[in-house]
């Protein structure tokens, strides 16, 4: 458990070979046990194989063009609710979605799709119903471990936890 | 790990019994791990244990009474720089401490922080540098297992992966 906290990285490239479907519904039948504020569950999953619409979604973030190159896409539909909390939420089921994806040996990549016309945009092929949207993306695939370790223009590492934390007694 | 993920439930009941100060390391050892938006790691942590302090924070959200009665509080400070992804990352971390404290027996429940006025006048007990404020708080301690199932108001469950998820090919 700790070791999966510890070793999920972000993936960015991916084998062309297909994520099965009943692996997806493993990973969302175990997140889905995630919390959220007044059990409200702000999620909804709509997962995108066709490369037409993964093309079209790659476009509608300023990092999202991996989309296009990842066999699946799983994206995180919320509930523009006005929740104060929705944002938070979905952060923590996303965690879980790439744990739980990571424990299967898929890697995972997050992604954010932005302005809010383009949150619009990616609404309609998802065929995301009345009030959801699209917000974040997730790249799904089995990691290509030869192009993995390519540098990115993104400083790698975490910092120490002398400086995240502090003690009031 | 699946396990993990789904078994873990908010805890509102907690014995009595310290939390070792090795263990909060340790967890924060384990979710530091977690990725940002640009690995910008917007999160802070302050472990409170003092009751003035813990009884003061219990004040400052609608739900957050529990934090007087946890043993210890782990405030998530995040820096507000406008940076649109910051509650979603803050998300991912407070899903990775509450699973490596799972994994420890320790029971945690997240409470938010609010209105605003709140945040700041938690943030001063706290000690947090200039542009970082607690808008979570990690209720944390060992369960009180004879308590933990009082009801609540609050529906229990989740929904099934038929209604979360759908699929575009």
Redesign the interface.
């Known amino acids: ?2 070791d ?7 993936v960015r490239h991916f084998l062309p070979h297909p994520v099965p ?1 009943v692996t ?2 493993e990973i ?8 959220s ?3 409200r ?1 702000p ?8 490369p037409a ?1 993964r093309e079209q979604l790659s476009r509608l973030g300023d990092y999202a063009l991996l989309l296009a190159r990842a066999p699946l896409v799983l994206a995180l539909l919320s509930h523009d609710d006005g929740f ?2 929705t ?10 979605i ?3 994806a990571h ?1 299967r040996g898929l890697g995972t990549c ?1 992604t ?1 799709l ?1 302005p809010d016309d383009n949150v619009r945009a990616a609404a309609e ?3 995301a119903g009345p009030g959801w949207f699209p917000r ?1 993306a997730i790249a799904v695939g089995y990691t290509d471990a030869e192009n993995h370790r390519t540098p990115t223009a ?3 590492g ?4 002398r400086e ?6």
């Open positions: 458990m700790d999966a906290i510890a070793s999920l990285r972000s479907r997806i519904e969302i039948e175990v997140a889905r046990w995630t919390g504020a007044r059990n569950q999620w909804r999953f709509v997962a995108v194989t066709d619409i104060a909390d944002e938070f939420d979905l952060g923590r089921i996303a965690q879980s790439c744990l739980a424990q997050l954010t932005h092929p998802l065929g974040h993104i400083p790698v975490r910092l120490p936890v995240l934390l502090t003690w009031v007694r």
